[in-house]
């Protein structure tokens, strides 16, 4: 006995809905779990974020944390543990949800090898008008000029919040959906070619998306690594003179005495950070999405 148009339609509702949900599950799950490495990692995120604001090579950043103590090793862990999971969550889900909608939409107006990419920018505009205010937290965090001003989380999302969101929570709102946009969207264009040219050295599906992650997100964050520099000087301050982003800009680049190895003081430790993280990500991720499918 068959069931009524009616009965079918929903179960295949239900159906889509449940596949819709499975790609946020899965991104914030594989984020989750790779927060373990993110807090073991943590110390050299820090030292890297020294660099980028005080220009200073690896080991004088190492002795400024150092002569800081333990307890102030991870003061400001906890705004990129809760971003990184909620993260995951949104940027994969909400990048599967607008793949489906353009594959529907686009009618071929579109190539579909260009598809993913597209959907990774929107999410990635999305993700910049989320987690502006987390990045905003924890950079202001992680100034070591802060600590006695702004001693406490609960103070440092006072002083955010009696600036008005523009200069509070929001600041480098525009660097950070540049590099947001473009970074999701090199990494969705990206993942699967190189995934698939991996695999065809004869790697395992896991290791083949392990090395795609890595590869992948090592090459954005060399790419856009200035972004992140400048959005690190743009945020770290509360309550100086304030200045837009292109004076900024060329305030960072005197800084660094217009040198480009200067400008990318640190770079090498993201390379660090990405292989540990994102490859993680990027594995955990495609396994689950293949046991499910």
């Known amino acids: 006995m068959t069931g009524s148009p009616n009965h079918k339609q929903d179960e295949a509702h ?7 949900f499975k790609s946020y599950l899965h991104g914030g799950t594989s984020s989750l779990l790779s927060t373990i490495p993110t807090l073991v990692v943590f110390p050299v995120y820090k030292t890297v974020f020294r660099q980028q604001i005080h220009n200073t090579p690896v080991h004088q950043a190492v002795g400024q944390l150092f002569k800081e103590g333990p307890v102030k090793l991870y003061r400001g862990v906890a705004p990129p543990l809760l971003m990184r999971t909620l993260n995951g969550t949104m940027l994969f889900g909400l990048q599967d ?16 090898s260009a598809l993913p990419a597209l959907a990774g920018f929107g999410a990635g505009v999305v993700e910049a008008v989320v987690f502006t205010p987390f990045e905003r937290v924890q950079n202001v965090l992680q100034n070591g000029q802060n600590d006695r001003h702004l001693p406490t989380l609960k ?28 970074g999701s969207s090199l990494y969705f264009g990206l993942k699967e070619p190189v995934c698939a040219a991996v695999a065809g050295q004869g790697l395992s599906p896991v290791a083949a998306s392990f090395v795609s992650g890595t590869l992948t997100s090592m090459a954005i964050s060399l790419a856009l690594y200035p972004l992140s520099v400048l959005v690190a000087n743009m945020q770290a301050q509360v309550g100086r003179e304030v200045k837009g ?26 390379i660090l950070r990405s292989c540990i993280t994102w490859g993680i990500t990027t594995a955990i991720y495609d396994r689950q999405e293949k046991r499910s499918g």
Do not use: D
């Open 14 to 20: 239900l159906r889509h809905s449940v596949v819709h």
């Open 97 to 112: 949800t607008l793949l489906r909608q353009l594959s529907l939409s686009s009618q071929n107006v579109i190539p579909t």
């Open 155 to 182: 103070s440092v999302l006072v002083r955010l919040r009696a600036q008005g969101p523009t200069l509070g929570y929001y600041r480098a709102f525009l660097p950070i959906t540049v590099r947001n946009s473009l």
């Open 245 to 270: 982003v292109m004076a900024c800009w060329r305030m960072l680049w005197k800084s660094r005495q217009q040198s480009v190895a200067l400008l990318y003081r640190g770079g090498s430790l993201v």
